[in-house]
């Protein structure tokens, strides 16, 4: 499975995110985004926003943002 979840260190919204992730026993890599929105060009070359975090799931050709829609992903789609 090729999940990678774009977040920020310290964010409580990608906590959430990486505790749902692990707790359905997935494996993804992380990408740490830096703190200045100005800088994160990657996670707005593959979401069209800055904001994290953010999941993308080449298996399944999904990308999404806001933890809520991710959490329900990962439950309804992953888990």
Do not use: F
């Not at 703190?35 to 298996?59: C, F, I, T, W, Y």
């Amino acid at each position: 499975m090729a999940l990678t979840l774009y977040a920020l260190d310290g964010c409580p919204y990608c906590d959430k995110v990486h505790d749902a992730l692990t707790e359905a026993d997935l494996d993804y890599d992380t990408v740490w985004v830096e703190a200045m929105h100005s800088d994160r060009n990657e996670v707005k070359r593959v979401s069209g926003q800055r904001g994290v975090p953010v999941l993308v799931d080449d298996d399944h050709g999904v990308t999404m943002s806001e933890s809520e829609n991710i959490l329900e992903y990962v439950e309804r789609s992953l888990a």
